[in-house]
């Protein structure tokens, strides 16, 4: 018999896991009001536009840069660089510009050293603070972060920061705040990385809708662009990027080479986290966290158990989580693989990928999507919703007799779910039918129960002969099943 049926698209949770699966899509013939969505690829070709980068002239697979703090000239001498008002660079803005090289060399073969240039310096970067900015007449102006883009024919770089009375953000550089973010970006710039679009500073060509590049042309995907990160579903509610993010990896990587040696080892990011990294760590239920995640292997874990909003979390590449309390704050950069979730104490969406994922909701009613492969999954408390959408989404697709397949490790008969909705599509529009006995044909399914170990087994088979296997460890009623 069919016991609860829905639409041809699935059932309202369904459609939710859908779109959440989606959301992040980019590239192709997609458009957001009005501003063609860029692929990975293309947002890279846009980042690196104008500059060539550093090159590894020596071949050893690392780009080795030398960076120095300018020390502190008079005025007159200043002035050569069309600048006056330059002050020292003191112990935090020294802290948080080491950070940020951190943040850079832990997603590519780059490797930073400060001092002097020397005969193995691939490149190097001077960093100083000033006030203002002179005119060809020798008329001081208001001033602006800045630096220069690497040249072929280029032996350094200059990465300037205003510090003023009135402009203190660099100096007072923190986790999450403007001063950290602008370290951050200009030093993308020392390394080659430009904006997105076709602004700059804040000229006539500041700017405006009609320069923006690209829909992900935002701070959302990439800390170079000005455009801030509330053009579409993000809302870091004033917090900023303090590392690379999204696309800025992407372009490191094409240029550098990807990074295997960083977080190599089993990692745990954001409570918990023993990464050693600030923006990768959260210990409080207030703080705050926006990132993009880059990881080199081991089994790894995203732990957002100590938020208590409801959040959306997402194990894809090139996807962005909901996490505590913001919206599209927290990303896995292409190339990484994040194996488990854990959620926290809201109602919680949890969407794996297509590895052999460990995924909990926590408390809450939650709605646990595994995606590919055979994945270990609880609910936690609360009333929680298991999601399929294919036979092929119950097992690990590397094995072709069944043997690993899905287990839920939790199941409350009575008050927990298995939507098998979504499932409609690959049967031909039609619920699945209950059948007693356990040889099942096309759009048939079947609950088999072990009294002895407790634990009930859900087959259900697709038109096209694929079956999905679903462990429970509890007993699994007819009704707890979403067709």
Known sequence: MSISSVGLHGSPIY??????????????????NGLQSKSTEDAVKRLWRHSPGWSDKNGDGTVNVTYEFRSAPDDKNTRKFGKTGFTPILDNQRKQTRLSLQS???VANIKFTRGPKTADSEGHIKIGNYGQEIDSKGNPYKGE????????????????????DTEKS????????????????ELGHAMGLTHPGNYNGSGADKLGESNVSHHEDSQSHSGMSYRGERTGHHNHQKFRSSAPQLDDIAAYQAKYGANYETRKDDTTYGFNSNTDRDFLTVKTPHDKMVAAIWDGGGNDTLDFSGYTQDQQISLREETFSDVGGLKGNVAIAKGAVIENAIGGKGNDLIIGNDVNNELNGGDGNDVIYGGKGADKLWGG????????????ESFDAGRQDQRSHDEIMDFESGNDKIDVSGMQVQNGGKPFTFKKSPVIESGEAFIDYNPDTHQSTLYARQTDGQVLKVSVNGKLEQSDVVL
């Open 15 to 32: 459609q939710r896991v859908e779109q959440f699966k989606h959301r992040d899509d980019r590239g192709g013939d997609i458009q957001h």
């Open 104 to 106: 850079i060399e832990d």
């Open 145 to 164: 972060h800045h630096a220069t883009l690497p040249s072929k024919n280029q032996a350094d770089v200059d990465v300037w920061f205003v510090d003023t």
């Open 170 to 185: 660099v100096p007072r550089a923190a986790l999450g705040n403007a001063g950290r973010h602008t370290i951050t970006h």
């Open 381 to 392: 408390k609360g009333a929680d919703t298991f999601v399929y959408g294919s036979a092929s």
